[in-house]
């Protein structure tokens, strides 16, 4: 029977929204989505799971400082 091993996955996914604005032009649009309030719709999304072995808790740590100086922690 083989030993399990410890894996952190991580999973990034992308969302795409779609909404359709009057403007004179595409900066106008653009600018239409960032700053006022749009009936966003879901047209689709993609996923992708990555996966690291985790050896032992040294990596744990190194995980930890890294997302400590990235901010995310």
């Known amino acids: 029977m ?3 091993k ?3 996955l991580e999973r990034r996914t992308v ?3 779609e ?3 009057m403007a004179k032009d595409w900066e106008d649009a653009e600018e239409m989505g ?3 309030n749009q009936d966003w719709e879901f047209s689709y ?3 992708e799971i990555y996966s690291e072995e985790i050896d032992n808790i040294v990596n744990l740590n190194l995980e930890r400082n ?3 100086e990235n901010g995310k922690a």
């Open 2 to 4: 083989s030993k399990l």
């Open 6 to 8: 410890e894996f952190k």
């Open 15 to 17: 969302v795409y929204e």
């Open 19 to 21: 909404c359709y604005v």
């Open 34 to 36: 960032y700053m006022e």
């Open 45 to 47: 999304d993609e996923s």
């Open 66 to 68: 890294r997302r400590i």
